[in-house]
């Protein structure tokens, strides 16, 4: 296996950072851009390519050709990793979260499309990582977690801010929180004169704060990142 070059795959030049006017941020003397990632690529879009980067390469490495993640029946990573992986001519596995649906959503048709094998397991069975993965103990399988957390998936989100240019000139970097990956490996990417602030995309989930700083490469960083909960609207993205 021969992963492609990232210039093959994702457009890097489209990643842009964007001036946003607007009456009420200069009444408040606040400045703010926002970098598009969105407009990487139709399908490996926003933070996932960098999320999945480096377990691409560490699977590579340790000579897997089948990667197997986890994800719900609308989950961005599933469809990303899906994508990732035709590309790369790498089998793809999904365990899906629910029981199997008589239509499937058109996430679950696009990864089929992709060539990704979907495994549906109950919400409860779910919850076990461990004993869903024992059933594949016959095949040799490089496991992701769900929506690429863990620090090799912050590794790849800390490079991020490689595209923002001078990134060092803000005060407070701002992003949305799902596992708290991109978090992790943004807060380790700052200056410690920096604030970074993730918004919960889940309601009540206190425990990312925690879950964020288990995958930190810099501990001493763990004080440069807060999370807030008040902005999810009533459910997970709303």
Not at 80 to 91: D, L, M, S, Y
Not at 142 to 153: A, D, L, Q, V
Request: charged share 20%.
């Amino acid at each position: 296996m021969n992963l492609l070059p990232m210039k093959d795959i994702i457009h890097f030049e489209a990643i842009a950072t964007r001036h946003i006017n607007a009456e009420w941020l200069s009444e408040n003397n606040v400045t703010l851009d926002i970098l598009r990632l969105d407009e990487m690529h139709p399908v490996i879009s926003g933070n996932k390519w960098f999320k999945l980067k480096y377990y691409l390469q560490d699977a590579e490495a340790n000579g897997f050709e089948t990667i197997g993640t986890f994800g719900g029946a609308y989950s961005n990573h599933i469809i990303a990793t899906a994508f990732a992986c035709k590309a790369q001519g790498i089998r793809s596995i999904g365990i899906i979260r629910g029981e199997q649906p008589a239509i499937l959503s058109q996430t679950l048709e696009d990864a089929k499309l992709y060539g990704m094998e979907l495994d549906f397991v109950n919400r409860t069975a779910y919850r076990d990582t461990k004993s869903i993965q024992q059933k594949f103990d016959n095949e040799k399988i490089y496991w992701i977690n769900e929506g690429g957390y863990g620090k090799t998936g912050a590794k790849g989100a800390g490079e991020i801010l490689n595209f923002c240019s001078d990134a060092g000139k803000y005060s407070h970097i701002v992003c949305a929180v799902g596992t708290g990956t991109m978090l992790a490996g943004i807060a380790d990417a700052v200056e410690v004169n920096q604030q970074v602030i993730g918004v919960s995309v889940m309601k009540e989930n206190f425990a990312l704060s925690e879950k964020v700083k288990n995958i930190l490469a810099n501990d001493d960083h763990s004080g440069l990142f807060k999370i807030v909960h008040d902005y999810h609207f009533g459910g997970y993205a709303k």
